[in-house]
Antibody, heavy 120, light 108 residues
Framework: VQLVESGGGLVQPGGSLRLSCVAS????????MTWVRQAPGKGLEWVSGISGSGDITHYADSVKGRFTISRDNSKNTLFLQMSSLRVEDTAVYYC??????????????WGQGTLVTVSS | DIQMTQSPSSLSASVGDRVTITCRASQDIRNDLGWYQQKPGEAPRRLIFAASTLRSGISSRFSGSGSGTEFTLTISNLQPEDFATYYCLQHSSFPPLTFGGGTKVEIK
């Protein structure tokens, strides 16, 4: 199993960014996927989850209405569209594989993360 | 939302020591809890799921126990590679998934 995130970078407050996570080594459409973030020097925070088929999504209250999770199973790719970004969204964003088709389980494999910095 | 209170936030220990980390849930989560290890600059790694089931390939020096609201991660015979930050994660009431605040295990 390999998960490789990309798309992080520096963005101004109020801006947008799209993260991608390419999965390999497993049949991605059979598994839910999760985004977790970690602010510099802080703990882990669950951000969003999506079912294996992509039709059921969940969000943390802190990002609801601003972030959109989606997936393209034909390309084994998970996305996180982030808009109206705030300074407090600055973090390393990890994508992770769930052990089941449905979200809400303990992620079992993680990518190495991509850093998002929101600053003027 | 369920809150996970993890303690201590940090501890110092020596190689060969036995270390115990505790997570308390704000309500009953049955055994829907896992433990993760994170080393600096690395992604978290799942050690234990269902509160006490050791993931394949993880050293038997790690063990988990508890159910309901009180959970424990124990590391026996602490080794140099075990110095890291540990997090609990509950998935009983979803969304959201909620992590404990983390415990940093440092070398004494």
């Amino acid at each position: 199993v390999q998960l490789v995130e990309s798309g992080g970078g520096l963005v101004q407050p109020g801006g947008s960014l799209r993260l991608s996570c390419v999965a390999s080594g497993f049949a991605s459409s059979n598994y839910a996927m999760t985004w977790v973030r970690q602010a510099p020097g802080k703990g882990l925070e669950w951000v969003s989850g999506i079912s294996g088929s992509g039709d059921i999504t969940h969000y943390a209250d802190s990002v609801k209405g601003r972030f959109t999770i989606s997936r393209d199973n034909s390309k084994n790719t998970l996305f996180l569209q982030m808009s109206s970004l705030r300074v407090e969204d600055t973090a390393v964003y990890y994508c992770a594989k769930d052990p089941d088709f449905w979200s809400g389980q303990l992620p079992d494999y993680w990518g190495q993360g991509t850093l998002v910095t929101v600053s003027s | 939302d369920i809150q996970m209170t993890q303690s201590p936030s940090s501890l110092s220990a020596s190689v060969g020591d036995r270390v115990t980390i505790t997570c308390r849930a704000s309500q009953d989560i049955r055994n829907d809890l896992g433990w993760y290890q994170q080393k600096p600059g690395e992604a978290p790694r799942r050690l234990i799921f269902a509160a006490s089931t050791l993931r394949s390939g993880i050293s038997s020096r790690f063990s988990g126990s508890g159910s309901g609201t009180e959970f424990t991660l124990t590391i026996s015979n602490l080794q140099p590679e075990d110095f890291a930050t540990y997090y609990c994660l509950q998935h009983s009431s979803f969304p959201p998934l909620t992590f404990g605040g983390g415990t940093k295990v440092e070398i004494k």
